[in-house]
């Protein structure tokens, strides 16, 4: 099975700031790979797939990047609503499966 | 305007079934690969399984925490999903999600739209 390691598992930061989380495959798995954003008592909404593209409807602070092994997601300037936690996604090989999380909370 | 809405969560001991449901609108049910996902209390996310479309002959993969337990299958007329659970054990109390593949190919498997989940416990 492909593991995901996502860094840092938790994470503070203040509105404005530029936050990146990272996310490492335990083998390569091209570009198949798609990040999710989770709040409180919520499903889990689609952000990028395919390491780079912006599911429609999602604001262009968000990025993504990386294939192989080592992937980011980046949010230029923390907006309030940001505050969440994110997982990545391989889509690359069964079983898919995520990584642990990254929780963004308010400085 | 496309919707996922899972049913049939609730509590049941351990050892015990229940059968979720998905029931969907908005898109062409019978297009789309199918999954289930779920999320422990206080958890990170863990894919279940899927079911592929007709053109793929309704195929399906399991995770290994839960193949020969659960079982995954659909019906297009009625466009809905479903997942029966058997030999429940606690380590199962989780909110199960619904969701929807992009598309068959690798490079669609990822979820553009999650139902709302439903809560099972397993406890005696």
């Known amino acids: 099975d492909i593991q995901l390691t996502q860094s840092p598992s938790f994470l503070s930061a203040s509105v404005g700031d530029r936050v990146t989380i990272t996310c490492r495959a335990s083998q390569g798995i091209s570009s198949y790979l798609a990040w999710y954003q989770q709040k409180p008592g919520k499903a889990p909404k689609l952000l990028i797939y395919?390491?780079?593209t912006l599911q429609s409807g999602v604001p262009s602070r968000f990025s993504g990047s990386g294939s192989g092994t080592e992937f980011t997601l980046t949010i230029s300037s923390l907006q309030p609503e940001d505050f969440a936690t994110y997982y990545c996604?391989?889509?690359?090989?069964?079983?898919?499966?995520f990584g642990g999380g990254t929780k963004v909370e308010i400085k | 305007e496309v919707q996922l809405v899972e049913s049939g969560g609730g509590l049941v001991q351990p050892g015990g079934s229940l059968r979720l449901s998905c029931a969907t609108s908005?898109?062409?049910?019978?297009?789309?690969?199918m999954d289930w996902v779920r999320q422990a209390p206080g958890k990170g996310l863990e894919w279940l399984g899927r079911?592929?479309?007709?053109?793929?002959?309704?195929?399906?993969e399991y995770a290994a925490s839960v193949k020969g337990r659960f079982t995954i299958s659909r019906d297009d007329s009625k466009n809905s999903l479903y997942l029966q659970m058997n030999s429940l054990k606690t380590e199962d109390t989780a909110v199960y999600y619904c969701?929807?593949?992009?598309?068959?190919?690798?490079?669609?498997?990822?979820?553009?739209?999650w139902g709302q989940g439903t809560l099972v416990t397993v406890s005696s």
């Open positions: 079911t592929r479309n007709k053109i793929n002959s309704y195929t399906t």
């Open positions: 969701v929807r593949v992009w598309s068959s190919t690798w490079y669609g498997s990822y979820f553009d739209y």
């Open positions: 996604q391989q889509h690359n090989s069964y079983p898919l499966t």
């Open positions: 908005g898109f062409t049910f019978s297009d789309h690969y």
């Open positions: 395919v390491a780079a």
